[in-house]
């Protein structure tokens, strides 16, 4: 089991910062690629980037290459997602989830989820 835990959402305007922060615990957790998600009302699921624990390969939606920065602090088991030049667009609740699948894109290759953060970016 592997047990997921976002905070750092909160209410900003356009163009400001945000770090979300995701704590993970459970054994093995290292071995696990972390991805996070984000999902606004009325619309799906959707990946925003993704970071395997070993190697460090990094994935980025096209939405936010450029704008959001993905790391992670393995001493800490913790996954952060630094979010800039903020945009309305982002607004949503945004889910940390753990994945052993090789296609850390897709949402249903995803095993574990936290509960989620609200962000919202005022315009």
């Known amino acids: 089991q592997v047990q997921l835990v976002e905070s750092g959402g909160g209410l900003v305007q356009a163009g400001d910062s945000l770090r979300l922060s995701c704590a993970a615990s459970g054994r093995t957790v290292t071995s696990y690629t972390m991805g996070w998600f984000r999902q606004a009302p009325g619309k799906e699921r959707e990946f925003v980037a993704a970071i395997r624990w070993s190697g460090g390969s990094i994935y980025y939606d096209d939405s936010v290459k450029g704008r959001f920065t993905i790391s992670r602090d393995n001493a800490k088991n913790t996954v952060y997602l630094q979010m800039n030049s903020l945009k309305p667009e982002d607004t949503a609740v945004y889910y940390c989830?753990?994945?052993?699948?090789?296609?850390?894109?897709?949402?249903?290759?995803?095993?574990?989820w936290g509960q989620g953060t609200q962000v919202t970016v005022s315009s």
């Open positions: 989830a753990a994945t052993r699948s090789r296609n850390p894109i897709s949402k249903y290759a995803y095993d574990y």
